[in-house]
């Protein structure tokens, strides 16, 4: 049997990094000292888990992809890691799938890997822990084709017997896995916005689309979340805010299930090393009838935004 395709092998690798990220982050949580610093705020927050995450998902990936681009949140000093940081292994099931064949001759110099260590980190710290995701969003071309979506407290409320957290994995051209794919219910219109970073524009965006309901929830991949489990029909961002590290996994576990994501005007994003970090022009995402709110927003939300 042929050694499987490089692709493979990062996606397989990437999902048993995000499962040793996730025991970091409730073992962080357990110890009780979070370590919380201010990056530009009191709504930007960083701990010692988002800290201790990067530095396993990063080291443990360029130790075995050395020629990948790996972009992290957070700003860190290349300490040496401690080895119990490394995570070394892959998920089996996963190498055992067949790449698609459009990814299949991909050389590591042309992956760059999106890594946001704790996103959510808000809501982390106020104990919303349903809220927190681990994204590993790997591109090739400027495109999302892969992503790992990690949360390490699903299940968190569903009493002592329950599996505690999961893994939500896809791939463009193959699908996505780890959840039950379910749509929005049909003429509902239910919006997800953000939790702790509202605005005028963000509301009055909202507004114009004359929602049935507004759910408002933290982090970027937890709303993409919302959207193929069928809680929400659109995520609706009319703000900048948001970075390419809080896109690049969901999207491409999105664009697998036949989603889209957008900014406000429709643009798509771009996740090539040198661009830049934030998506500037807000999130329209969807998993069915992008169209029907892609048509609404108004105007003057737009003009706000510039890409």
Known sequence: MASPALLMRVVASAYSVAEKAATIVRNVMAAGDLGIV????????????????????????????????????????????????????????????????QYTGIKEEELVIWVDP????????????????????????????????????????????????????????????????????????????????????????????????????GGAGNKIIQLIEGKASAYVFASPGCKKWDTCAPEAILHAVGGKITDIHGNSFQYNKEVKHMNSAGVLATLRNYDYYASRIPNTVKQSLVP
Not at 179 to 185: D, H, S, V
Not at 203 to 216: E, F, G, H, K, Y
């Open 118 to 217: 704790l996103d959510g980190t808000k809501e982390y710290t106020e104990g919303l822990l349903d809220h927190v995701t681990v994204l590993i969003g790997i591109a090739y071309g400027g495109k999302a084709i892969a992503g790992v979506i990690n949360q390490p407290y699903y299940n968190y409320e569903a009493g002592a017997d329950a599996v505690l957290g999961r893994t939500i994995w896809g791939v463009l051209g193959m699908g996505a896995f780890g959840f039950q794919l379910t749509e929005a219910p049909a003429g509902k219109h239910i919006i997800v916005t953000t939790r702790s970073h509202s605005s005028t524009l963000v509301n009055d965006c909202i507004s114009a689309l004359n929602p049935d309901s507004v759910i408002r929830v």
């Open 38 to 101: 201010e990056k530009t705020g009191a709504n930007d927050l960083q701990t010692k888990a988002d800290r201790l995450v990067q530095m396993s998902i990063c080291a443990s990936l360029a130790r075995k992809f050395p020629k990948v681009t790996i972009i992290g949140e957070e700003d860190l000093p290349p300490d040496d890691v401690n080895e119990e940081l490394i995570e070394d292994g892959h998920s089996e099931e996963i190498l055992m799938k067949t790449c698609p064949a």
